[in-house]
């Protein structure tokens, strides 16, 4: 398989992943949570499986190669988080940190992309990649905002990188 059939082949894998890890947020069409938290396994796996594969068309040691393996790593993380039985609340962190690994790998992803001369391709995956790190921040933060802890003010707050965000003030 060359490089470019296996770049869509992979490409198409990852969209398929996330249209699937999509429906786990739609109560409204698939009620039952079992149901879903199954779809964000099959999802995040499909991810996952696209993310790899992507980074093995990029060059070596490139940050193309680098942010595709970061993101992958957060999608099964997220499907990790759904498999082992554990409390809620750790579920939810370990999704959340799986979602920030996924945006933070979208990002060296986009900054490896914006090097490349001008295309139209480079046009898609640049809005494609921006789109997948607001996704990705949006649902970390989702998760957070459901698993923070209340301080003694009463504002609910959480620990990141070392530092603890008011998450009343942060939006």
């Known amino acids: 398989m060359n490089n470019q059939t296996k770049m869509l ?3 198409s894998i990852q969209a398929i992943g996330t249209v699937i890890a ?7 069409i698939i009620p039952e949570e079992i149901l879903r938290d199954q779809l964000i396994v099959y999802g995040n796996v499909l991810q996952g499986t696209g993310n790899a594969l992507l980074a093995d ?14 993101q992958a790593s957060g999608n099964i993380m997220v499907a990790w988080g759904y498999l082992i039985e554990m409390k809620e609340e750790t579920k939810t962190t370990l999704a959340s940190k799986g979602s920030l690994l ?8 986009h900054s490896a992309e914006l090097e490349k001369p001008s295309s139209l391709l480079k046009v898609y995956n640049v ?21 923070g802890k209340v301080d003694k003010r009463g504002k609910k707050t959480i620990r990141l990188a070392g530092y603890t965000v008011n998450l009343e003030d942060s939006v």
Do not use: K
Request: hydrophobic fraction near 35%; charge should be negative.
């Open 22 to 28: 999509a429906f786990e947020t739609t109560p409204a």
């Open 9 to 11: 082949s992979a490409s």
């Open 57 to 70: 068309t990029e060059e070596a040691d490139s940050f193309g190669r680098l942010g595709n393996q970061v």
């Open 127 to 147: 809005s494609g990649n921006l789109l997948q790190i607001i996704g990705n921040s949006m649902q970390a933060m989702g998760g957070y905002r459901c698993c």
């Open 102 to 109: 996924q945006a933070v790998g979208g990002g060296v992803v």
